[in-house]
Antibody
Framework: EVQLVESGGGLVQPGRSLRLSCAAS????????MHWVRQAPGKGLEWVSG????????GYADSVKGRFTISRDNAKNSLYLQMNSLRAEDTALYYC???????????????WGQGTLVTVSS | SYVLTQPPSVSVAPGQTARITCGGN??????VHWYQQKPGQAPVLVVY???DRPSGIPERFSGSNSGNTATLTISRVEAGDEADYYC???????????FGGGTKLTVL
């Protein structure tokens, strides 16, 4: 059974940093691209970032480019999101999502975690 | 960047057919994927590549895509189908993963 378990969310002041983690199990982690998707309270889904199986291809939404960094450790079956210079508009539930593909391009999200909540407020 | 437009809400009686649309410029040339999200839960993939269903998704869920509109069709709607539904595509632009704004399906 595929499991994606996010952690690292919490309350943080504007301008500060936070690092999210996603522990994956139940599939061959390094065979698939992985992504972060967020959902602000009461709002729709917004893609944040994606990383290919070997970290060779990485993409970011314009809204986080230059502030967020995605990475993965295939030996630990883990996905990460380093979030710097956080803003109030980054407040959201952050989902870790598995792609059906090995590459970032053409992504379909076939499994999602339950999310970790990030609240940016002073 | 590419924009996907969904109706905010669709209502249907139990046993009837619900159709949720997703509009985009020449969306028929792209692969469209659909997700179901029930309150307090993570999204679930219900249709991918326009019309394919993941294992475990009932045959009542189907999809089509042509021209400027993709459609998710839910036949014989049940109370348990009440949820938000999102369409999604990949676009070779600055924000390549695009979601529609979501449609709330209400079962009357």
């Amino acid at each position: 059974e595929v499991q994606l378990v996010e952690s690292g969310g919490g309350l943080v002041q504007p301008g500060r940093s936070l690092r999210l983690s996603c522990a994956a199990s139940g599939f061959t982690f390094d065979d698939y691209a992985m992504h972060w998707v967020r959902q602000a309270p009461g709002k729709g889904l917004e893609w944040v970032s994606g990383i290919s199986w070997n970290s060779g291809s990485i993409g970011y939404a314009d809204s986080v480019k230059g502030r967020f960094t995605i990475s993965r450790d295939n030996a630990k079956n883990s996905l990460y999101l380093q979030m710097n210079s956080l803003r109030a508009e980054d407040t959201a539930l952050y989902y870790c999502a598995k792609s059906r593909e090995i590459a970032v391009a053409g992504t379909v999200f076939d499994y999602w975690g339950q999310g970790t909540l990030v609240t940016v407020s002073s | 960047s590419y924009v996907l437009t969904q109706p905010p809400s669709v209502s249907v009686a139990p046993g009837q057919t619900a159709r949720i649309t997703c509009g985009g410029n020449n969306i028929g040339s792209k692969s469209v994927h659909w997700y179901q999200q029930k309150p307090g839960q993570a999204p679930v993939l219900v249709v991918y590549d326009d019309s394919d269903r993941p294992s475990g998704i009932p045959e009542r869920f189907s999809g089509s895509n042509s021209g400027n509109t993709a459609t998710l069709t839910i036949s014989r709607v049940e109370a348990g189908d009440e949820a938000d539904y999102y369409c999604q595509v990949w676009d070779s632009s600055s924000d390549p993963v695009v979601f529609g704004g979501g449609t709330k399906l209400t079962v009357l």
